[in-house]
């Protein structure tokens, strides 16, 4: 079963094109990294999956059910609950962690089920201590995030995300923002993740990782999907602007 459809989305600025009709789904299970140039538009295209951005034509499909569809030349999206319904379907892990200043670690994590799930406090809490012990965070629950470091800030990010219990992962560079100790530290947990076979779409810069931890990579340039396949096809291909990315890349 595909988690997520994504039919020919279209998305411009200021009526530049940025991403000039993708098509992409997600199965159950399926890790997915999005790797490309600077500029090639994979965050816009995590954000138009996210819908943090208005897309200018084509269609989501979560589990199935239309999330937004184009109608009368422009895109229409679901509301109130429905819309609830669909958001509840995923979490998302930027670079800078997004996390609330003035929250405690354990309220940034329970913060939202309690107040947008409307789950039971307790219940929340323990998962959120549980949570934070699989991070490797152990004793941080009072923390501010200011008193915490990079890749510890991008390890409760995670764990607030996973706390909403989402059918799918969407991380964006999640580990860009760190230096490379601290990056081991997240690669380290995303594994985990993987490893539990949490369905994931990461866009990242660390080609090793993806190439690495993915089922599928998809190379973008200049707002197309370029290519994909498994790591062995993208990394191995001898496509001419797959090849001068990745060897840019090296060095
Ligand atoms: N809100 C916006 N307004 C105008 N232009 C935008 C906006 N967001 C993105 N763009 C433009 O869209 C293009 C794609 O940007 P995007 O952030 O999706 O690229 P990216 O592949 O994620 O790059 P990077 O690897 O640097 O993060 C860029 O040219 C960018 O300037
Ligand atoms: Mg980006």
Redesign the pocket.
């Known amino acids: 079963m595909f988690l997520l459809e994504m039919n020919h989305i279209k998305k411009s600025?200021?009526g530049?094109g940025?991403i000039d009709d993708i098509s992409l789904s997600v199965k159950e299970g399926e890790i997915v990294s999005i790797i490309?140039?600077?500029?090639?538009?994979?965050?816009?295209?995590l954000r138009c999956a996210t819908m943090l951005e208005r897309m200018d034509g084509g269609e989501l499909i979560y589990m199935g059910k239309k999330a937004a569809w184009e109608e009368d030349g422009s895109v229409s999206y679901v509301k109130g609950k429905e819309l609830r319904e669909v958001k509840s379907c995923y979490g998302l892990v930027f670079q800078n962690f997004n996390l609330f200043p003035h929250y405690s670690v354990l309220k940034n994590i329970a913060d939202a089920p309690i107040h947008v799930q409307k789950r039971d406090k307790a219940e929340v809490y323990e998962t959120a201590r549980e949570l934070l012990a699989k991070m490797g965070l152990e004793g941080k629950e009072d923390a501010y995030p200011c008193q915490l470091s990079g890749g510890q800030c991008q390890r409760v990010a995670i764990a607030r995300a996973l706390a909403l219990n989402p059918r799918i992962l969407f991380f964006d560079?999640p580990t860009s923002a760190l230096d490379p100790e601290l990056t081991g530290e997240v690669l380290k947990v995303i594994r985990s993740l993987a490893d539990l076979h949490i369905t994931m779409v990461i866009?990242t810069?660390e080609m090793a990782f993806a190439r690495e931890i993915s089922d599928r990579v998809i190379f973008?340039d200049g707002g197309v999907i370029v290519e994909e396949g498994t790591p062995e096809e993208v990394f191995r291909s001898t496509h001419e602007r797959t090849q001068s990315f990745l060897r840019n890349y090296a060095g």
């Open positions: 600025f200021d530049l940025v490309g140039p600077s500029g090639s538009g994979k965050s816009t295209l560079e866009v810069h973008m």
